[in-house]
């Protein structure tokens, strides 16, 4: 029943934000924009949906389990709707494009058929090109609540929907007790790059877990398949595609590697099934919801991948600027060693990183994680270079006792690790967010091993997960907590002042809806005129953080790099 029931549960989920997408893309190319049509339309789809996947797991029984299914889909979305209003982006990123991509559509731009101007958007061009999933489904939830922070809701939702589908391939077999199953389904889904980017709108985090969503469906089309694995699969792959660009890739890399494995072991019935998923899931992802960027990308530019790829002279290199300091002399092996076994840090203009010993933590690779969202340098966790240690042993020992069940760990392992290397920026974390996926597989296959040594390192390995997850949440959820504290006391002391206000906006345009929300009469002025600065309200939550009695050690020289904020 728990393996049945965690499918459906987050088959369900999943195909609440795929009818999103799907529909406001079919309205776009009808030359309709978003309207709160789209998401009612998409939750009465959601819910016909896990009607039948419910007939199909639990005819006998079947309104029963329906009625328990619409329980938990609403409590799991209103009551992630709700925290996610508790707190504001504090990224820059998410700030400074993210949230203008939500407003613009909800302001009835059509991506299809509008293309946006630099009079109506400082960053038209990642706009118009960028891949746009995780917009639509926000904006589309913006219109019907019309409180653009609690459409960070999908951050939650997909790590739900991530550890619902891996438990439910993990309990498939009988390798996994439920607690177990449960345990390292939660490892799994509680990633670094989904814990402190579930505050803002950046979306590696949900590329993480869709990935995860990804891995669990192909295991359980190997292994035993039906007609819902078969639909939830195709509709993560059109999810992941439309993510962000390196989706599409990672995408591919998964179903040659899963495709490969089928042909290999010439199982060619449940290789015949797979490819034409795979195939529809890539033209509902790329022809039809990603036909912008995708479609018109390749059409207008002569690469799907543009602005990054293909544009000539127009090419953007996001790279040089965003890298540390001597990155771009290495190759991109020393790039991931030097960042797997530094110190965290988001600084990218110092004389180069600090290499530490594995398992100890300085107060200092705290801070990155207090902001989050974009951390270059250590970015899976302080304590992420002694798990990859212990990963390694496991490893080797594996080799050496080797059984079956150890081999298929060894392989899915390796299939991970290839997926990340083919990236030449993997020392970026959030770049290669299925890499946490990779130490957890060998801790999970460890624990049930027939040699003692392996199976005590794997709960050491798997200790080590849940310290390192509790190193990155504590600052990341204090720091958005206290930042949000912050801002709304400048908001509030604002709305109290004489009105109209001029306010220098710059590059953070987004800030428009949080000024209507607190009924802030403002009027755009640059800023040598201008009342009040973006910059400096961003600056001073961002400061707020040093005397806070939880993280004050943090911040002992009471200070803020410019790079950090």
């Given at each position: 029943?728990?393996?049945c029931?965690?499918?459906?549960?987050?088959?369900?989920?999943?195909a609440?934000l795929?009818?999103?997408?799907?529909?406001?893309s079919?309205?776009?190319?009808?030359?309709i924009?978003?309207?709160?049509?789209?998401?009612?339309?998409?939750?009465?789809?959601t819910?016909i949906?896990?009607?039948?996947?419910?007939?199909?797991?639990?005819?006998?029984?079947l309104?029963?389990?329906?009625?328990?299914?619409?329980?938990?889909?609403?409590?799991?979305?209103?009551?992630?709707?709700?925290?996610?209003?508790?707190f504001?982006?504090?990224?820059?990123?998410?700030?400074?494009?993210?949230?203008e991509?939500?407003?613009?559509l909800?302001?009835?731009w059509?991506?299809?058929?509008d293309?946006?101007?630099?009079?109506?958007?400082?960053?038209?061009?990642?706009?118009?090109?960028y891949?746009?999933?995780?917009w639509?489904?926000?904006?589309?939830?913006y219109?019907?609540?019309?409180?653009?922070?609690?459409?960070?809701?999908?951050?939650?939702?997909?790590?739900?929907?991530?550890?619902?589908?891996?438990?439910s391939a993990l309990?498939?077999?009988?390798r996994f007790?439920?607690?177990?199953?449960?345990?390292?389904?939660?490892?799994?889904?509680?990633?670094?790059?989904?814990?402190?980017?579930?505050?803002?709108?950046?979306?590696?985090?949900?590329?993480?877990?869709?990935?995860?969503?990804?891995?669990?469906?192909?295991?359980?089309?190997?292994?035993?398949?039906?007609?819902?694995?078969?639909?939830?699969?195709?509709?993560?792959?059109?999810?992941?595609?439309?993510?962000k660009?390196?989706?599409?890739?990672?995408?591919?890399?998964?179903?040659?590697?899963?495709?490969?494995?089928?042909?290999?072991?010439?199982?060619?019935?449940?290789?015949?099934?797979?490819?034409?998923?795979?195939?529809?899931?890539l033209f509902?992802?790329?022809?039809?919801?990603?036909y912008?960027?995708y479609?018109?990308?390749?059409?207008?530019?002569?690469?799907?991948?543009?602005?990054?790829?293909?544009?000539?002279?127009?090419?953007?290199?996001?790279?040089t600027?965003?890298?540390?300091?001597?990155?771009?002399?290495?190759?991109?092996?020393?790039?991931?060693?030097?960042s797997?076994?530094?110190?965290?840090?988001?600084k990218?203009?110092?004389?180069?990183q600090?290499?530490?010993?594995?398992?100890?933590?300085?107060?200092?690779?705290?801070?990155?994680?207090?902001?989050?969202?974009?951390?270059?340098?250590g970015?899976?966790?302080?304590?992420?270079?002694?798990?990859?240690?212990?990963a390694?042993?496991?490893?080797?020992?594996?080799?050496?006792?080797?059984?079956?069940?150890?081999?298929?760990?060894?392989?899915l392992?390796?299939s991970?690790?290839?997926?990340?290397?083919?990236?030449?920026?993997?020392?970026?974390?959030?770049?290669?967010?299925?890499?946490?996926?990779?130490?957890?597989?060998?801790?999970?296959?460890?624990?049930?091993?027939?040699?003692?040594?392996?199976?005590?390192?794997?709960?050491?390995l798997?200790?080590?997960?849940?310290?390192?997850?509790?190193?990155?949440?504590?600052?990341?959820?204090?720091g958005?907590?206290?930042?949000?504290?912050?801002?709304?006391?400048?908001?509030?002391?604002?709305?109290k002042?004489?009105q109209?206000?001029?306010?220098?906006f710059?590059?953070?345009?987004?800030?428009?809806?949080?000024?209507?929300?607190?009924?802030?009469?403002?009027?755009?002025?640059?800023?040598?005129?201008?009342?009040?600065?973006?910059?400096?309200?961003?600056?001073?939550?961002?400061?707020?953080?040093?005397?806070k009695?939880?993280?004050v050690?943090?911040?002992?020289?009471?200070?803020?790099?410019k790079?950090?904020s």
């Amino acid at each position: 029943m728990l393996v049945c029931f965690s499918l459906l549960l987050g088959s369900t989920l999943l195909a609440l934000l795929f009818f999103i997408l799907f529909f406001a893309s079919l309205g776009f190319a009808a030359g309709i924009s978003l309207t709160t049509v789209t998401i009612w339309l998409s939750v009465v789809c959601t819910f016909i949906y896990g009607l039948i996947a419910t007939r199909f797991y639990f005819k006998q029984d079947l309104w029963r389990y329906f009625v328990k299914l619409c329980i938990w889909v609403v409590l799991l979305f209103f009551s992630f709707s709700y925290i996610s209003g508790l707190f504001y982006d504090i990224s820059y990123d998410g700030q400074v494009y993210h949230q203008e991509a939500v407003s613009q559509l909800v302001n009835h731009w059509n991506p299809f058929q509008d293309y946006i101007t630099k009079d109506r958007s400082h960053s038209a061009v990642l706009l118009n090109h960028y891949a746009k999933g995780p917009w639509l489904y926000e904006a589309a939830l913006y219109t019907a609540t019309g409180q653009i922070e609690q459409s960070k809701v999908f951050n939650f939702l997909l790590i739900i929907i991530s550890f619902l589908l891996a438990l439910s391939a993990l309990k498939r077999g009988d390798r996994f007790s439920t607690w177990r199953a449960i345990f390292f389904s939660l490892l799994l889904a509680l990633n670094p790059i989904s814990i402190y980017q579930a505050f803002s709108f950046y979306i590696d985090g949900q590329l993480a877990s869709l990935l995860l969503c990804l891995l669990a469906l192909s295991y359980r089309l190997v292994s035993h398949h039906d007609k819902v694995v078969l639909c939830s699969f195709i509709m993560s792959i059109a999810l992941t595609v439309n993510i962000k660009f390196t989706g599409v890739v990672y995408v591919v890399a998964c179903i040659g590697l899963v495709g490969g494995w089928l042909w290999l072991f010439k199982n060619k019935h449940l290789y015949g099934h797979f490819i034409k998923s795979s195939i529809i899931g890539l033209f509902i992802g790329i022809c039809v919801i990603g036909y912008n960027p995708y479609v018109t990308n390749t059409v207008y530019y002569g690469h799907p991948f543009y602005p990054l790829y293909g544009g000539g002279a127009q090419t953007m290199d996001i790279m040089t600027s965003n890298s540390p300091q001597g990155f771009m002399q290495m190759n991109s092996l020393e790039k991931l060693y030097v960042s797997i076994f530094s110190l965290s840090a988001n600084k990218f203009d110092s004389e180069g990183q600090t290499l530490k010993m594995p398992f100890t933590v300085e107060l200092t690779e705290l801070r990155p994680f207090v902001y989050g969202a974009d951390i270059r340098i250590g970015g899976f966790g302080p304590w992420f270079s002694g798990i990859v240690v212990i990963a390694l042993i496991i490893l080797l020992l594996m080799f050496v006792f080797r059984t079956k069940d150890n081999m298929c760990g060894v392989g899915l392992f390796a299939s991970i690790m290839l997926s990340v290397l083919i990236n030449p920026e993997a020392w970026w974390a959030r770049y290669v967010p299925q890499f946490w996926l990779a130490p957890i597989i060998i801790a999970a296959v460890a624990s049930s091993d027939a040699k003692k040594i392996v199976r005590y390192l794997g709960v050491v390995l798997a200790g080590a997960v849940i310290i390192n997850i509790g190193l990155v949440s504590y600052p990341y959820i204090l720091g958005n907590y206290y930042c949000t504290q912050d801002l709304d006391r400048q908001l509030q002391y604002i709305a109290k002042q004489q009105q109209p206000i001029k306010v220098c906006f710059g590059d953070f345009t987004s800030n428009y809806v949080r000024f209507a929300r607190w009924g802030i009469d403002y009027a755009d002025a640059p800023d040598d005129i201008a009342d009040i600065n973006i910059e400096e309200i961003r600056y001073k939550y961002l400061t707020a953080v040093f005397k806070k009695p939880l993280l004050v050690d943090i911040f002992a020289d009471e200070r803020i790099d410019k790079n950090e904020s």
